[in-house]
């Protein structure tokens, strides 16, 4: 009995020390988003395990965030709840574990696209980008797209 009770007091201890939190990404969280990063550049990604090009552009958002400073950037992860266990295994991957986490926790997943780009209906990649303003440009496409690039550089004084 003590040996089960250690056992199984170790399999939680261990649980524990690898467990990851995606914050719930469900209606209005966009607004939410904006507001509470409001007057700091925002970068709201969103990514799937389903997306290959996702995939290989962790690591280079990884990058990003070691090497540039001044911007917040969020990630979300369009997958389902099944999903999850192999969003969190590409995020420790390529690096990203500190970063902030949110995943999808609505089923009307249209609403959630709606509410970050009223004309997207769900490819991915997919980032908007959020001006210390407010304004909000939207890029469907890979990090390397030159509106990202553009847009990264004005707000680095570049």
């Not at 089960?4 to 939680?12: I, M, S």
């Not at 969020?74 to 902030?100: M, P, Y």
């Given at each position: 009995m003590r040996l089960f009770v250690l056992a199984l007091a170790f399999a939680l201890v261990s649980g524990a020390a690898v467990a990851f939190d995606f914050k719930p990404y469900g209606r209005g969280a966009f607004a939410q988003l904006t507001k509470a990063h409001a007057g700091r550049p925002l970068i709201v990604h969103f990514w799937s395990v389903t997306c290959p090009p996702?995939?290989?552009?962790?690591?280079?958002?990884?990058?990003?965030a070691a090497e540039k400073k001044g911007f917040d950037l969020v990630f979300v992860n369009t997958d389902s709840d099944e999903d999850r266990a192999r969003a969190q295994a590409r995020?420790?991957?390529?690096?990203?574990?500190?970063?902030?986490?949110?995943?999808?926790?609505?089923?009307?997943?249209?609403?959630?696209?709606?509410?970050?780009?009223?004309?997207?209906?769900?490819?991915?990649?997919?980032?908007?980008?959020?001006?210390?303003?407010?304004?909000?440009?939207?890029?469907?496409?890979a990090i390397d797209d030159p509106l990202i690039v553009a847009w990264l550089e004005k707000r680095a004084g570049k």
């Amino acid at each position: 009995m003590r040996l089960f009770v250690l056992a199984l007091a170790f399999a939680l201890v261990s649980g524990a020390a690898v467990a990851f939190d995606f914050k719930p990404y469900g209606r209005g969280a966009f607004a939410q988003l904006t507001k509470a990063h409001a007057g700091r550049p925002l970068i709201v990604h969103f990514w799937s395990v389903t997306c290959p090009p996702c995939l290989v552009e962790l690591p280079q958002w990884a990058k990003f965030a070691a090497e540039k400073k001044g911007f917040d950037l969020v990630f979300v992860n369009t997958d389902s709840d099944e999903d999850r266990a192999r969003a969190q295994a590409r995020i420790e991957k390529a690096g990203l574990s500190d970063a902030d986490h949110y995943g999808f926790a609505d089923d009307f997943v249209e609403k959630l696209y709606f509410e970050a780009d009223n004309t997207w209906r769900g490819e991915l990649p997919f980032t908007a980008l959020v001006a210390p303003d407010g304004g909000v440009v939207t890029v469907t496409g890979a990090i390397d797209d030159p509106l990202i690039v553009a847009w990264l550089e004005k707000r680095a004084g570049k």
